[in-house]
């Protein structure tokens, strides 16, 4: 079984900064890729940022410049460092591993950490 964990979400200024965590515990093959979404309220999941096991990186567009992935392998912990954080970037974040987790290979998502941004 695995399990990912979030934290770091919480109440921050518009301009503000936070960091967000997941670390990923359990039976574990190999990571392929780890990723934050977000969904704000009405609206659909939609992804932030990946990090894929090579190093490669995507964002959404409207996180390039402000959001940063990154992952301390050891740790099997995935961060997403957001500065300048607008209003819009209010939402419950969640994190996202695709592996081999045990001898299955799975999409595992975490219980989402909420970020809100005060204008």
């Known amino acids: 079984q695995v399990q990912l964990v979030e934290s770091g979400g919480g109440l921050v200024q518009a301009g503000g900064s936070l960091r967000l965590s997941c670390a990923v515990s359990g039976s574990i093959s190999s990571i392929n890729a780890m990723g934050w979404y977000r969904q704000a309220p009405g609206k659909k999941r939609e992804l932030v940022a990946v990090l894929t096991s090579g190093g490669n990186t995507n964002y959404a567009d409207s996180v390039k410049g402000r959001f940063t992935i990154s992952r301390a392998n050891a740790k099997n912990t995935v961060y997403l460092q957001m500065n300048s954080l607008k209003s819009e970037d209010t939402a419950v974040y969640y994190c996202?591993?695709?592996?081999?987790?045990?001898?299955?290979?799975?999409?595992?998502w975490g219980q989402g950490t909420l970020v809100t941004v005060s204008s």
């Open positions: 996202n591993a695709v592996g081999v987790f045990g001898y299955a290979a799975l999409e595992v």
